[in-house]
């Protein structure tokens, strides 16, 4: 520990009055019996991992300015999804984070022949973790939080597929990083879809705010989207009744193999930046929905276009995991506060021309 780490810890009876981790249960309405890890830190972040729900991050505030879109339905525990239909809109809480695969993001996809079920966007972002723990520690010059789960995506005579997920951040920081671990367990090669729902909502996203993706090229999802192509990075207010526009950006990444993008709110002083490895997210999924009541931008890092296992298989862009291959993924998310982190945040995105 350095010398000014060791003078800051005169001022403090215990770390916790800065920087730490609380365990939480939620008792209230659907979200009664919802397991969650608080962390927060010195530098004002403060947010929310669900154990519940594959150790998705929920809630997301810097000084206490919400970052995460929050849809309608709110958060709910596995016990309350229903994935029936279209049933699904109906469990999908938003929050900062929640996580699509693995063997499908996007549309059901039914395959009687093959054995095959796949509900909208997958199973993992309602599987609870299993092997969870929480720390705070110093490592060398860091005091570090954190908190670890594992995810099983598994069925008899089927895949079994693992996914171990470590959130982090530090005493100052204005960064979490998510660091992912997929691991095939069984015997055969699997398909494998993975993609981040990452949903930034008010007031981060408002009329002025700017989009950043590097994005090589742009395709329409949905038939409102092919309409918006030319307005895929422009935010306005809210309007009533405005349909929701998908695209899929083909990225650009700088000589590391990295792709950022992010959001910035000029009037805010405020923005939230992503960063995350080309080589296994080499899509960016952007979800845009101005319609009043459900104001979100979703910028979602992806191995897929988010239309569902057969689209893939038809477009000849799914993805595979071999037997016991390991394959490690993830994202930084940072907190942009100020012109002079705004300024570097554009760098860094005109830095992605590769």
């Known amino acids: 520990m350095n010398q000014q780490n060791q003078d800051q810890l005169r001022y403090l009876g215990n770390l916790r009055q800065l920087c730490g981790?609380?365990?939480?249960?939620?008792?209230?309405?659907?979200?009664?019996?919802v397991r969650a890890y608080e962390l927060y830190n010195a530098a004002g972040l403060h947010f929310t991992c669900m154990d519940s729900r594959c150790m998705d991050i929920y809630r997301l505030s810097y000084k206490g300015v919400?970052?995460?879109?929050?849809?309608?339905?709110?958060?709910?525990g596995p016990a309350h999804t229903d994935l029936h239909g279209i049933n699904f809109l109906r469990s999908i809480g938003g929050g900062m984070l929640y996580t699509c695969g693995l063997s499908?993001?996007?549309?059901?996809?039914?395959?009687?022949?093959?054995?095959?079920?796949?509900?909208?966007?997958?199973?993992?972002?309602?599987?609870?973790?299993?092997?969870?723990?929480?720390?705070?520690?110093w490592e060398n010059d860091e005091y570090m939080i954190g908190v670890h789960g594992e995810m099983r995506d598994a069925s008899l005579f089927k895949d079994n597929l693992v996914l171990g997920r470590t959130?982090?951040?530090?005493?100052?920081?204005?960064?979490?990083?998510?660091?992912?671990?997929?691991?095939?367990?069984?015997?055969?090669q699997q398909d494998l879809m993975l993609t981040y729902h990452m949903n930034m909502g008010f007031p981060l996203v408002q009329k002025g705010s700017k989009v950043f993706i590097p994005s090589a090229d742009v395709t329409p999802m949905n038939p409102a989207a092919e309409k918006g192509i030319h307005e895929w990075n422009t935010v306005t207010e809210p309007?009533?009744?405005?349909?929701?526009n998908v695209f899929v950006h083909k990225l650009y990444h700088n000589?590391?193999?990295?792709?950022?993008?992010?959001?910035?709110?000029?009037?805010?002083?405020?923005?939230?930046?992503t960063v995350f490895?080309?080589?296994?997210?080499?899509?960016?999924?952007?979800?845009?929905?101005?319609?009043?009541g459900d104001y979100?931008?979703?910028?979602?890092?992806?191995?897929?276009?988010?239309?569902?296992?057969?689209?893939?298989?038809?477009?000849?862009?799914?993805?595979?995991?071999?037997?016991?291959?390991?394959?490690?993924?993830?994202?930084?998310?940072?907190?942009?506060?100020?012109?002079?982190?705004?300024?570097?945040?554009?760098?860094?995105?005109?830095a992605c021309n590769l």
């Not at 981790?21 to 019996?33: F, L, P, Q």
């Not at 951040?169 to 367990?185: A, F, H, P, R, Y």
């Not at 000589?255 to 930046?273: D, F, I, S, T, W």
């Not at 994202?331 to 506060?337: A, I, N």
Request: hydrophobic residues 35%; aromatic residues 10%; negative net charge.
């Open 21 to 33: 981790v609380n365990r939480i249960t939620y008792s209230e309405g659907k979200m009664d019996g």
């Open 66 to 76: 919400n970052f995460p879109f929050m849809s309608k339905p709110g958060l709910c």
């Open 104 to 137: 499908n993001v996007g549309n059901a996809f039914v395959s009687p022949e093959e054995g095959i079920d796949d509900v909208f966007h997958g199973r993992l972002r309602f599987t609870p973790a299993e092997n969870t723990a929480s720390f705070s520690r």
């Open 167 to 188: 959130v982090t951040t530090s005493l100052n920081s204005k960064s979490i990083m998510v660091c992912d671990t997929v691991e095939n367990q069984g015997f055969e």
């Open 239 to 244: 309007i009533d009744g405005y349909p929701e």
């Open 255 to 273: 000589k590391e193999g990295q792709v950022v993008a992010g959001l910035y709110n000029p009037e805010l002083g405020l923005g939230l930046q």
């Open 277 to 292: 490895d080309y080589r296994t997210l080499p899509y960016m999924v952007q979800w845009k929905s101005m319609m009043s």
């Open 296 to 350: 979100v931008m979703g910028m979602f890092p992806s191995n897929n276009h988010a239309a569902g296992r057969k689209y893939e298989r038809e477009q000849g862009t799914l993805q595979h995991i071999a037997p016991f291959e390991k394959i490690n993924t993830g994202f930084t998310l940072t907190v942009l506060d100020g012109q002079a982190d705004f300024d570097a945040f554009v760098r860094r995105v005109e």
